[in-house]
């Protein structure tokens, strides 16, 4: 555990003690069993929570002032280039099963 060198190092139970306290005031947050296998992990909470108890990604900020690149292909393009890939891919599966006979 890392403690300021300059302060004394409160013992652990003191420390569980005030992160319980923190956390029933609702000033942390908390995720675990708080079991050997799966321990408390605590941390602030931020406006980014909200999507993630929701289960969803938080969205993506700063990003006002770039423009996105459009794609440069048609889907029909992108088709045809997997197509060909997975052909190639097969062809040299086939090809390595053949030289080992």
């Known amino acids: 555990m890392d403690w300021p060198a300059d302060q004394v190092t409160p013992p652990a139970s003191t420390l569980y003690q005030w992160l319980n306290r923190a956390f029933a005031e609702k000033r942390v947050r908390r995720q675990g069993k708080g079991t050997r296998t799966d321990p408390w992990r605590y941390w602030l909470g931020n406006e980014d929570d909200a999507y993630w108890d929701r289960g969803e990604l938080p969205r993506l900020r700063?990003?006002?002032?770039?423009?996105?690149?459009?794609?440069?292909?048609?889907?029909?393009?992108?088709?045809?280039?997997?197509?060909?890939?997975?052909?190639?891919?097969?062809?040299?599966?086939?090809?390595?099963?053949?030289?080992?006979?």
């Open 62 to 101: 700063g990003l006002a002032g770039i423009p996105l690149k459009e794609p440069t292909l048609s889907n029909r393009e992108l088709d045809e280039i997997a197509r060909k890939e997975a052909e190639f891919v097969l062809a040299q599966s086939k090809g390595k099963g053949r030289s080992r006979k």
